[in-house]
C-alpha cells in the first residue's frame, strides 16, 4: 500500500481540472448548445415552412412567417433566460456584500 500524501488533494488537482478553467468551458459548452439549438430550431421551422408551401402552393410566405415566428421565440427565450441568469447572479452577489450582525452584549 503507496504511503499516504502528505499534500492536500486541492494540490493534486491538475491543472486542466481547475475550477476556473472548468467554468471557463462550461461557459464555452453552454454558448456552442445555444447556438447550435439556435440554428437547429431556424432550420427546422424553416423546412416546415417549405413543407407548407409545397402543400399548399404559397412559395416563400409560410417559410417566411416560419422563420420569423421561429427568431421571435428564440430571442423571447433567450431573454427570459438571461433576466433569470442576471437576478440570480445579483441575488448571489447581494449574499456576498451582507455583511453579519454582530451582537454586542
Known amino acids: 500500500m503507496p504511503p499516504a500524501s502528505p499534500e492536500p ?9 481547475s475550477p ?12 456552442a448548445a445555444r447556438g ?20 399548399l402552393g404559397t412559395k416563400p410566405w409560410c417559410m ?14 433567450m431573454w427570459i433566460g438571461y433576466e433569470h441568469q442576471m437576478q ?4 448571489a452577489r447581494r449574499e456576498r456584500l451582507t455583511v453579519p450582525e454582530h451582537h454586542t452584549p
Request: glycine residues 12%; neutral net charge; without cysteine.
Open 9 to 17: 488533494a486541492q494540490s493534486r488537482v491538475p491543472r486542466w481540472a
Open 20 to 31: 476556473a478553467r472548468s467554468a471557463g468551458v462550461t461557459a464555452f459548452g453552454d454558448g
Open 36 to 55: 447550435i439549438e439556435f440554428a437547429g430550431v431556424l432550420l427546422i421551422f424553416l423546412g416546415l415552412g417549405w413543407l407548407l408551401d409545397q402543400w
Open 64 to 77: 417566411i412567417a416560419l422563420s420569423v415566428f421561429s427568431l421571435v421565440g428564440l430571442f423571447v427565450r
Open 88 to 91: 440570480a447572479h445579483e441575488a
